[in-house]
């Protein structure tokens, strides 16, 4: 089903999709360059300990300038199901690949048009939660600099409030020409494509269909931001990783980036996930219980 999917190239994109290879951590800090409150025991994969979690909310606290990473699990606290989970009722008989693909989308305009607005609904619907919220809190505080890197396409650390925010996938409530004129300037944001949730709209410049502005199976991330986001993560001093299994390439790589720049990595997630062993501290629980009490003051 995810066979286009090649982990092992680096340039590979993700999609929109959580799903992943399992062969993105060829690149795992060795041994030796793990820190002491792992050899200690701080970040065991079973429970966090008070310690650990005191630990990591003193790092984030003391931090200049922490990137916040986040993935599909924060929005599932919102109530947006992953893209495989919304594929029920009607559309359980479709393939992920007729849906998220620009193949998919010449194919059949109005079915992918109809998705997406199916899920733009869900995103209007939901609220940014607790986790959302004590992020953008941490910013508004002031002393140091927060950059919020998702995989999200549902806007919400915007609409939480959060101003530093990196759409590695794009954003589902924004569009884009499907046969790129013009880019990379973006669609007029007074031109009004919400009119009809049935079809495409024409682009107003070119007349192609516009389609949404989120990365498919089998394209890129923009390398501006994948650039933007590495560099983030190589100069951070502390990266909180939340609700993102951590392997999808090559976003994935952006954890091992900043723990072999010397960042402190907290890791919070209710399972288990492919950077536990490389983190400093793991916090094993939903993003909206851990978060506030992390990020706090
Ligand atoms: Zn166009």
Not at 43 to 58: K, L, N, P, V
Request: hydrophobic share 45%.
């Amino acid at each position: 089903m995810h066979s286009e999917h090649d982990g092992m190239n680096p340039t590979a994109s993700a999609s929109e999709s959580a799903i992943a290879s399992t062969s993105a951590f060829a690149c795992a800090i060795p041994d030796g360059e793990r820190n002491q409150a792992q050899r200690q025991g701080a970040s065991s994969a079973s429970d966090a300990s008070d310690a650990g979690i005191a630990a990591a909310h003193a790092w984030l606290r003391d931090a200049r300038h922490v990137v916040v990473f986040t993935g599909a699990g924060v929005s599932a606290e919102s109530g947006i199901p992953t893209f495989r989970d919304a594929l029920t009722g009607l559309w359980a008989r479709f393939d992920p690949q007729a849906l998220a693909t620009e193949e998919g989308f010449r194919a059949d305009p109005t079915l992918v048009w109809r998705w997406y607005a199916e899920r733009r609904a869900a995103v209007a619907n939901a609220r940014p939660n607790a986790a959302h919220e004590a992020i953008a809190r941490y910013e508004a505080r002031g002393g140091r600099r927060v950059d919020v890197v998702t995989q999200n396409v549902d806007g919400l650390h915007r609409r939480a409030g959060s101003h530093r925010v990196l759409e590695l996938h794009g954003d589902i409530t924004r569009v884009k020409c499907l046969d790129g004129c013009g880019a990379p300037e973006p669609i007029d944001p007074a031109f009004d494509w919400r009119g009809d949730a049935r079809e495409p709209p024409p682009c107003p410049r070119c007349g192609a269909p516009l389609r949404p502005d989120v990365v498919w199976f089998g394209e890129f991330l923009s390398e501006a931001a994948l650039a933007e986001a590495q560099r983030a993560a190589s100069s951070c001093d502390a990266m909180l990783v939340v609700g993102t299994s951590a392997l999808v390439y090559p976003a994935a790589e952006l954890p091992v980036l900043a723990r072999r720049s010397g960042a402190r990595l907290v890791v919070v997630d209710p399972e288990r996930t492919a950077i536990d062993d490389i983190a400093d501290a793991v916090v094993r629980a939903p993003a909206a219980v851990a978060l506030p009490s992390l990020l706090a003051e």
